[in-house]
């Protein structure tokens, strides 16, 4: 969570690291700031509220001069988000500024020592206690920047990606990593710094990312040094070329980049099993699972670790693994697993999902089964990020940048990717023949056709949006392999339109929540044609006679559920596996039209990050 960019070289820094931060908004958006170096004065402004408030409040009130500066966008942890707990903040003398992503675990003690030495403290941050640890030593040992915050950092407990400016060095800006993202930007005669290379995509497409425990000293004109910072030993930098575009990352015509990316999911889709599926060669080629395969084939069981939406794609994948492959899976929140003492084997596989690659608790869940010797297979979208760099192997979704916070397209690339292991492994297992592995394979070739075709229902959504924008409640129920769809439903609903929404597994609904349906209830039931439809039917029976409001997702022609629902919503015939990729589209645009109308913030919900590297 925050996000934070730093420039230094010729150019003005002004506009290239407010720029930057609205690029990095979706890591956090409850405050702002910026700290600009014009070579005698650090001039620093930040505000509550949003890069653009910052601007307003910046352009008006300091000199945006400087070739140096470092900026902020913050998801408060430590301190209620208002203008003083916002970053940057500056030591004591006034000399060090510094911003900080993460978290100081043991900032109390710090800064209680701090305290009786005789600094002051004017923000509830952990991070101002890091500015002044570091200005202590700097003091104390009588040593340069780059060294006071290796001593600084080998005394804090916790994550960051910082970066420290020092009003004694105009060209210089220091930077450390510990679980929190942090790239540097290679440029002509300037560097960059930010959380994800986006902020400097303009300008260079050469990049190094840190490692945990790695700081870089950036010196204008020198070349960047890397040191580890337990031991100081020198680490060699290795650079990396930036695939991203500028393209990508902005919104194409579309008012939000969720709507946006609701809309590329064909294209995402097929990207991720391009050159993967060869469906005329009857053949799945994926070098992560290629090179890997015995360990899947000897796993005594697979556990699958995720949060969020990627944990609601890892139950579509337990469903698939367990039907197609006939592997026991086990699906697990990752912040759960790492906290529950689980038994864990070296005959175990561990599938970690994650659209980021950052998430804590995927990362920390991750750590746990490697220490316990399961081979570790990481499905991520960012590529080179920490999940993806600490798993032993793994296949990378091609979805492209995500912006919007609400998960859409990570979600069913997840699945795509997902699907294709448990089919190379039905193969190899010989569950499946020759015939049946085709008819996945060509049928997986046409679901870009089909969200295409969904995609279409798209006005008929908003007009069903228009009708439920102002209930308090929503239901989704779903079967089988539509009860993760149900979950992502009632999830994509609350985190954006801020109306409470559950999911259930239909038949759990007699169980309890049916007391909760009266007229005024609207329940989103998806219904498609394979699996449990007569079943589902029933539900959709109990639920009419208690006068709920039903919304059907059913496979088109469907003629038994249009007549018991009060809307329907048609998806294309699939296979049954296959049928998430098609019934979480209306729902996402469900969730949508309906936060659109209630004038929420689509992609940028109240409380939420898009990264969630804090426990
Ligand atoms: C929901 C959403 C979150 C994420 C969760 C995990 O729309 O985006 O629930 O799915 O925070 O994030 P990743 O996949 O980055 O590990």
Not at 105 to 112: L, R, S, T, V, W
Not at 130 to 136: A, G, Q, T
Not at 576 to 588: A, F
Request: proline fraction near 4%; aromatic fraction near 8%.
């Amino acid at each position: 969570m925050c996000g934070i960019v730093g420039y230094i070289g010729y150019r003005d820094a002004y506009p290239i690291i407010v720029k930057g931060l609205q690029r990095l908004e979706y890591r956090g958006y409850d405050s702002a700031g910026i700290a600009l170096f014009d070579g005698e004065e650090i001039n620093l402004s930040k505000t509550k509220g949003k890069v653009d408030d910052l601007k307003k409040k910046a352009e008006g009130s300091i000199s945006l001069k400087g070739n140096l500066g470092i900026g902020h966008t913050r998801w408060a942890t430590h301190g209620a988000p208002n203008d003083v707990n916002s970053h940057p903040h500056y030591s004591n003398s006034g000399d060090l500024v510094i911003i900080h992503n993460g978290i100081i675990e043991n900032y109390d003690a710090i800064k209680k020592e701090l305290i009786n030495r005789g600094y002051v403290f004017s923000s509830d941050t952990d991070t101002e206690v890091l500015v002044n640890l570091i200005e202590e030593v700097k003091r104390k040992e009588n040593v340069k920047l780059g060294h006071a915050v290796q001593i600084a950092l080998n005394q804090v407990v916790g994550a960051y990606a910082i970066a420290v400016i020092d009003k004694q060095k105009p060209d210089e800006i220091v930077v450390a990593k510990l679980g929190s993202p942090l790239a540097i930007g290679i440029g002509e005669k300037e560097f960059f710094v930010a959380s994800d290379a986006s902020p400097f995509i303009e300008y260079t497409n050469n990049a190094v990312y840190l490692e945990d425990e790695e700081m870089a000293i950036i010196r204008l004109g020198k070349e960047i040094k890397l040191r580890k910072i337990k031991d100081n030993s020198i680490a060699y930098p290795s650079i990396q070329e930036l695939q991203l575009n500028l393209e990508e990352i902005e919104k194409g015509g579309f008012e939000h980049f969720m709507l946006k990316e609701i809309y590329e999911q064909p294209r995402a889709i097929l990207d991720t099993y391009r050159g993967r599926l060869l469906a005329k060669e009857g053949l799945i080629r994926m070098a992560g699972i290629d090179e890997n395969l015995e360990k899947f084939l000897n796993a005594n069981r697979i556990i699958i670790v995720a949060c969020g939406t990627s944990w609601h794609a890892g139950l579509v994948a337990e469903y698939i693994f367990e039907d197609l492959a006939r592997i026991p899976v086990e699906v697990e929140y990752a912040s759960e697993f790492r906290y529950r003492n689980p038994v864990v084997t070296e005959n175990d596989v561990l599938i970690a999902i994650s659209q980021s690659g950052e998430t804590a608790d995927t990362l920390a869940a991750i750590k746990l089964a490697k220490e316990k010797g399961a081979f570790v297979f990481g499905v991520c979208n960012v590529v080179g990020s920490s999940i993806a760099r600490e798993t032993d192997a793994g296949a990378y979704t091609h979805a492209g940048p995500e912006i919007g916070v609400a998960s859409t397209k990570a979600f069913t690339t997840q699945i795509t990717v997902l699907t294709l292991l448990a089919l190379k492994l039905a193969k190899a297992k010989g569950v499946f023949n020759n015939t049946r592995f085709h008819e996945y394979l060509t049928e997986l070739e046409q679901i870009p056709a089909k969200v295409e075709e969904v995609l279409l229902t798209n006005p008929l959504v908003e007009i069903i949006a228009d009708v439920y924008k102002d209930s308090p409640n929503c239901l989704y129920l779903g079967r089988g392999y539509n009860f993760p769809v149900a979950l992502e439903g009632a999830l994509k609903l609350k985190e954006i339109s801020y109306i409470h929404a559950e999911g259930y597994p239909a038949a759990e609904m007699k169980h309890g929540p049916i007391a909760l349906i009266d007229e005024h209830m609207p329940v989103v039931v998806i219904a498609t044609s394979k699996g449990h439809y007569e079943k589902i039917v029933s539900n959709i029976q109990e639920i009419k006679s208690r006068k709920g409001k039903i919304i059907a997702v059913v496979t088109k022609g469907d003629v038994q559920v249009r007549e018991l629902a009060d809307h329907v919503i048609e998806v294309p015939e699939t296979l049954e596996n296959l049928t998430p990729l098609l019934t979480t589209i209306p729902l996402q645009l469900l969730s949508y039209h309906i936060a659109v109308m209630r004038g929420c913030n689509v992609d940028q919900p109240r409380n939420l990050a898009k990264s969630v590297t804090v426990e």
